[in-house]
């Protein structure tokens, strides 16, 4: 039977100190990588326009070598003084899931938590605020109005997208949960717990420090029947 989980990958604003984020490399034919991939474009509200793929969409996978490679429109010949970067992006980017590219800035979301990359469940507040009824019609908008944030990834026999989202956004989406979290627990006669109080100040923190964040909701088979 599946399970169901959701994950959030938080890219802060240390990433560049990490070796995260970096400058676009010059010789990445751009408009052509834009071309390719204009089903995963996103417009943000302050009109920066951004490639949210996954690593597969500009790597693939030596088998023989055992370790990904380049996959993606470049500029040629690419210069020779540049090979050496090109193989540190590389290496860069064995270890990412996805990858946002801006018109002047690359950054890499690993698929494991590192300087610069957090990951954790999505906090459980956010699901049971959605128990509030005009918070629950807040969110059905704010998912609609979005839902060119959001890309299938997987089988499509089962749920597995993931999206983007500026830190602001999920900051804000944060907050608006809390009240009716707050709310739902005092229909059930309880109060914010000690555990709750301490969670909702760690998740404040990340986010308050982030540039991108991912939602990552996917099914996996559990064993169960």
């Not at 951004?50 to 690419?78: C, I, Q, Y």
């Not at 944060?174 to 005092?186: L, S």
Request: proline share 5%; hydrophobic share 40%; aromatic share 14%.
């Amino acid at each position: 039977m599946p399970a169901r989980s959701s994950r959030l990958y938080v890219v802060t604003q240390d990433a560049e100190k990490a070796g995260l984020a970096f400058e676009r490399p010059p010789w990445w034919d751009l408009d052509r990588l834009f071309e390719r991939h204009a089903d995963r474009r996103i417009v943000f509200p302050d009109g920066r326009e951004v490639l949210f793929l996954s690593w597969t969409h500009m790597l693939a996978f030596n088998l023989r070598e055992g370790r990904k490679e380049w996959d993606l429109p470049e500029r040629t010949p690419v210069p020779e003084e540049a090979r050496s970067r090109r193989e540190e992006m590389l290496r860069i980017l064995q270890d990412a899931g996805w990858v946002v590219i801006e018109r002047d800035r690359v950054w890499a979301v690993p698929e494991s938590a590192c300087q610069g990359c957090e990951i954790f469940p999505e906090p459980h507040w956010w699901h049971f605020a959605r128990y509030d009824q005009a918070f629950s019609a807040w969110y059905r908008e704010f998912r609609a109005s979005h839902e060119d944030r959001f890309f299938e990834e997987g089988d499509i026999s089962y749920v597995d997208y993931a999206a983007l989202f500026t830190g602001r956004e999920m900051l804000d989406l944060d907050e608006r949960t809390r009240e009716p979290y707050r709310a739902w627990k005092r229909s059930l006669g309880e109060r914010l717990t000690a555990y709750d109080r301490k969670e909702m100040a760690r998740v404040a923190r990340v986010l308050q420090k982030a540039v991108w964040v991912i939602i990552y909701d996917y099914e996996w088979e559990s064993g169960l029947a």
